[in-house]
């Protein structure tokens, strides 16, 4: 390719059109040492094996053997031109024209996008907040508690249900569809599916006439199922002891209550550990996003980002029951561009100090990422070699242990002020946030 002529035009602040010509004498040559090879392989009749001519070769598969040496070239040449002039698509370039004509040049021009400019961001002079939040002995009495009413032995009773008691009813729908047998409901104040207050203060054999609002929330004033429960039983909860009898049921067969405290305690630091962690790391990013906003985006990864957010919507919906084959409204449509110009702008910055300080992943952190993901199945042994078998999902592990190391980078030159805040006020919140950007159908970066 020493004798192709290149030259790349600016058409815009990323885009670039480049301009490329291939001698026609390197497509006769390309051309005849495939028909070469070709003639090696072919058999004719009237011709020993390997030794047909390659101008009876030409003229039986010459046409197949121009499309295949034009494709090739433009493969290698588009290559070499990038390489040459130091350019570095975001996407895959575009062919606009193209002339490929036998025994005339190739030439054609390619159209594309370049990644920005982008300089390391550094968080040196920037403030986060550090909440430092410590686990009482209250904190783990209260998770106990909440154990006992799970592992609870429920006792069937001959009064009316009251706040804690567990009510057993079939519920029959007016629609005519089957009846659900044997449902079970827990009631607690102010957590009571839509409708369903009723069984407060009802007892076994009475009978509940209730509205259940239909579809989707647009619909519901349109439409309503009229149900019919009837209850079976009603049971209270008999709490176990706390006891080594209590951890044992638990699955703890050394050290007791003392061991199932420290587990407890391990399992609720590991916990606090990510959710602080993640807390940080979203004040990072939005510190990010404030401070080195970039002025132009490749168009192509806003384009990219926004159809593989758009794909995990409708997935989402679709778990949900509800039509994935419905237009976006647009409002979705601009949350979902806000949020692949969000991505794209952290992907490229994130990209900027990768490369800057030289990270790679720290493979000690990648075998204990999997090490973290098999232990949370049963067949953890399995799992594990499925795991390092499986190129695509080590390559989204690596990327993950990357990330963590970039966002270490970043943690490491902020300023700190620290903050004191209670447990159960601190698990409160991120339950409270999780449950907001749930309802609000928001997709977290």
């Known amino acids: 390719m020493n004798d192709m002529q290149v030259s790349v035009e600016n058409v815009g602040r990323l885009n670039r059109r480049l301009s490329v010509i291939v001698p026609s004498n390197q497509l006769e040559q390309h051309k005849k040492n495939r028909l070469a090879e070709l003639a090696k392989k072919t058999r004719l009749d009237g011709f020993r094996p390997g030794k047909v001519p390659t101008h009876v070769v030409e003229k039986l598969y010459g046409d197949s053997v121009w499309g295949e040496v034009i494709q090739e070239s433009l493969r290698t040449s588009l290559s070499a031109a990038l390489q040459k002039n130091a350019l570095n698509p975001a996407g895959q370039p575009h062919i606009d024209s193209i002339k490929a004509e036998p025994g005339n040049d190739l030439e054609y021009t390619a159209s594309f996008e370049v990644y920005p400019q982008v300089s390391a961001p550094e968080l040196k002079s920037v403030s986060l907040e550090k909440l430092k939040v410590d686990i009482s002995e209250a904190d783990i009495a209260e998770v106990l508690e909440k154990m006992r009413h799970q592992h609870a032995d429920w006792i069937e009773i ?23 047998k044997d449902l079970e ?17 009802s007892a076994a054999g009475d009978t509940l006439n209730i509205s259940l609002a239909g579809g989707d929330k647009e619909k519901q004033a349109e439409k ?50 990510r959710i602080l962690r993640e807390k940080l790391k979203t004040q990072v990013i939005d510190k990010l996003i404030e401070l080195y906003a970039i002025e132009e985006l490749p168009q192509v990864l806003l384009d990219q980002e926004f159809q593989r957010l758009e794909a995990e919507l409708k997935g989402q919906q679709k778990q949900q029951g509800k039509s994935s084959d419905d237009p976006l409204s647009e409002k979705a449509k601009n949350d979902l561009q806000a ?15 990768i490369e800057t300080h030289q990270l790679q992943a720290d493979e000690a952190r990648v075998l204990q990422e ?23 999902m080590m390559l989204n592990i690596r990327s993950s242990v990357l990330e963590e190391q970039v966002m270490d980078k970043l943690l490491e030159e902020a300023e700190y002020t620290e903050k004191t805040v209670k447990y159960n006020e601190m698990m409160n919140l991120s339950t409270k946030t999780q449950e907001e950007s749930t309802k609000a159908g928001r997709i977290t970066t």
């Open 185 to 201: 409901w827990v009631l607690e104040e102010g957590k009571m599916p839509e409708g369903f207050a009723g069984l407060f203060g």
């Open 370 to 392: 999997v090490e973290r993901l098999a232990s949370a199945f049963q067949f953890e042994q399995s799992i594990r070699e499925r795991l390092y078998k499986d190129k695509n």
């Open 224 to 273: 309503e199922n009229s149900a019919t429960v009837q209850v079976k039983k009603v049971s209270e909860p008999k709490l176990a002891e706390l006891d080594d009898a209590f951890a044992q049921r638990l699955g703890i067969h050394e050290g007791g209550m003392e061991t199932l405290r420290t587990q407890i305690r391990q399992h609720m630091q590991n916990e606090l550990d």
């Open 158 to 180: 001959q009064r009316k249900a009251q706040q804690g008691d567990k009510v057993t009813f079939d519920l029959i729908l007016s629609d005519g569809t089957e009846p659900r």
């Open 339 to 353: 949020a692949a110009h969000r991505r794209v702008t952290l992907g490229l910055l994130f990209s900027a100090v």
